[in-house]
């Protein structure tokens, strides 16, 4: 899974998000950041209230949450959301030892690779040299 410090580094790349049923977060605040939350119909759903999107937890008993607002939520972008980020630039994705290597063109008849043991994480940094 893609960690908290390339989420947020994405973020501040200018990634946007616009949240969907099956789309992983955490709530950006010490200590809740381990906690992970899918957005489903049934548990968390998006809300529009006065242009401003909401993350409503519906029915949670072991969370004092009612919603949160998307500034307060941190996307944690899903393998198949990363490669959609990357478009048509994606050349491959290799398996190596020591993890993943994703190659991507920089620009026509240039093309670059990164690494890290976990894909999710390996297509992140692609998105990010980007």
């Known amino acids: 899974m893609i960690t908290v410090e390339l989420a947020r580094a994405l973020l501040d790349a ?3 998000w616009e949240p969907r049923a099956g789309d992983r977060f955490v709530i950006d605040a010490e200590l809740l950041t381990e906690e992970v939350f899918w957005i ?40 198949d959301q990363l490669r959609g980020l990357l478009g048509d630039r994606l050349e491959s994705v290799h398996r ?8 991507y063109a920089v620009r026509p ?22």
């Open 40 to 79: 489903s119909d049934l548990t968390v759903e998006v809300h529009t209230y006065r242009d401003q999107s909401l993350l409503g937890f519906n029915g949670t008993t072991e969370w004092a949450l009612d919603s949160v607002t998307l500034d307060q939520a941190l996307w944690l972008p899903r393998e």
């Open 96 to 103: 190596i030892d020591d993890g993943w290597q994703v190659t």
């Open 109 to 130: 008849g240039y093309v670059r690779s990164v690494s890290d043991a976990d894909l999710e994480c390996a297509y992140a940094r692609a998105v990010l040299s980007l």
């Open 14 to 16: 200018g990634v946007l």
